[in-house]
């Protein structure tokens, strides 16, 4: 994030050096969505990228707690702060017919050299004939194989309790702006007729060698500008799409502090 559009925020941090976390709410008539975002650690070097951990959330919500009624969630986007780098090279590549079909256990036997992070998912199922049951998920983000020039993180959401599992293959993009690393993916097809989400999350971590030197999937600097501590920063933005045409989006803000001189 530039100077400039860091000097406002930096000047709330003089009065509040540490802020809790929270997700940020967003309604449109009764479906509530929430998003939090987190980074890890939060003390970070003022210029030069240092290995971090990113964790974003999300959950959907009914203002009058019927969960049946909640339309379908078919795309999400995560936006992330454009001072998040995200870097692969020297990782392995998962390909989408390794993981799907596959077990979690097969997942990780086929594909754990491309493993980038973890997470949960919970949904509602409805099949047809049968009350509405709510299933919870494991999730791996494995790398994915570049498409036309974009990165891809594939997500295998796995249930033992039925047994069960889809796919979310998110599309990574840098873009100009704020928030510099766009991760988007819709719901699968063959999802389409029982998957209702109501919370997500992953975090994205991995530190690796490659060419001799220690790299990390994720890094980012606390940009604060010279001679402040720290920086607020809007951190992530989020985008929800449901089957029913309603779009909401959330913003969170988190802080850093500058580690070391």
């Known amino acids: 994030m530039r100077a400039r559009h860091l000097i406002p925020l930096v000047a709330a941090l003089a009065l509040c050096t540490a802020l809790p976390a929270r997700a940020e709410l967003s309604q449109q008539g009764s479906l509530i969505v929430g998003f939090d975002g987190t980074l890890s650690p939060t003390a970070l070097p003022r210029t030069d ?32 702060n454009r001072a998040g780098r995200l870097f692969d090279k020297g990782i392995p590549v998962c390909e989408l017919t390794s993981i799907q079909p596959a ?8 594909c754990g050299g491309a493993i980038v992070g973890d997470g949960h998912v919970a949904l509602q199922v409805r099949l047809p004939a049968q009350e509405p049951f709510m299933v919870q998920a494991n999730l791996i983000a494995f790398n994915g194989r ?48 029982w998957a209702y989400l109501t919370h997500f999350d992953m975090t994205l971590h991995r530190v690796y ?14 940009a604060a500008p010279a001679g402040f501590p720290g920086a607020l920063f809007p951190f992530a933005k989020a985008t929800y799409g449901f089957d029913n045409g309603q779009r909401l989006t959330t913003t969170v803000v988190r802080s850093c502090r500058v580690r070391g001189k």
């Open 209 to 222: 060698r490659y060419r001799g030197e220690r790299r990390s999937y994720i890094s980012a600097a606390c």
């Open 103 to 110: 077990t979690e256990r097969e997942a990780r036997e086929r």
């Open 49 to 80: 990228p240092a290995p971090v951990s990113v964790r974003v959330a999300g959950d959907i919500k009914d203002s009058a707690g019927n969960p049946d009624s909640l339309p379908q969630l078919r795309r999400i986007s995560v936006a992330i």
């Open 146 to 193: 570049s498409q036309g020039g974009r990165k891809l993180i594939l997500a295998q959401v796995y249930a033992t309790e039925p047994p069960g599992a889809f796919v979310l293959t998110f599309t990574v993009q840098r873009r100009g702006g704020l928030f510099g690393t766009v991760m988007s993916t819709t719901l699968p097809q063959s999802a389409h007729e």
